[in-house]
């Protein structure tokens, strides 16, 4: 009954396995702080909804780290500006707990120089990994943008200067 409340909606983000989620999320987002989401195998199967990409956007998750992501949700994660990004090593997966800092270094230089991989510092544990950038090269103007709306946003602009329309 909330879809069209993202606010609302975005409070039941991973309610059923972690009833606090959306809670920190949005404690981190309101002090600068980015999130990101570790998940296992088929993150997003059966969420081909935009909630399951526009709720963890509006929570302030910037990325996803997973096994596997499924093809429409990873869609989804891109037009929304989260960025979806693959263990290269599944077993790093195991080496991460909730609420381990994380830090992606150089992710946006990566996405615009189309750089296949980026290094993920596990802050808390004091241990690297590589993770793949899963993102067409569309996908990866719309992240670099901040999602597909602002995207879609900028070129209508940009056309609309061209013609001497504004």
Request: proline share 3%; hydrophobic share 35%.
């Amino acid at each position: 009954k909330y879809r069209s409340n993202i606010p609302k909606y975005a409070e039941f983000v991973f309610e059923v396995v972690d009833p606090t989620f959306s809670r920190r999320a949005a404690e981190n987002r309101d002090n600068g702080i980015h999130n990101v989401i570790v998940g296992g195998w088929s993150y997003g199967q059966g969420s081909s909804r935009e909630h399951a990409a526009i709720c963890p956007a509006f929570l302030g998750v910037k990325a996803v780290i997973a096994k596997t992501i499924e093809r429409i949700h990873q869609a989804n994660l891109c037009n929304f500006g989260i960025t979806p990004l693959l263990f290269i090593n599944e077993s790093d997966y195991d080496e991460i707990d909730q609420g381990d800092e994380l830090e992606i270094k150089g992710l946006r230089e990566a996405i615009a120089s189309g750089a296949e991989t980026v290094k993920v510092l596990n802050k808390t544990k004091n241990k690297e990994f590589e993770v793949k950038i899963y993102a067409t090269k569309l996908q990866r103007q719309y992240l670099l943008e901040g999602g597909k709306l602002p995207y879609t946003k900028k070129l209508i602009e940009k056309r609309m200067k061209e013609k001497g329309e504004i």
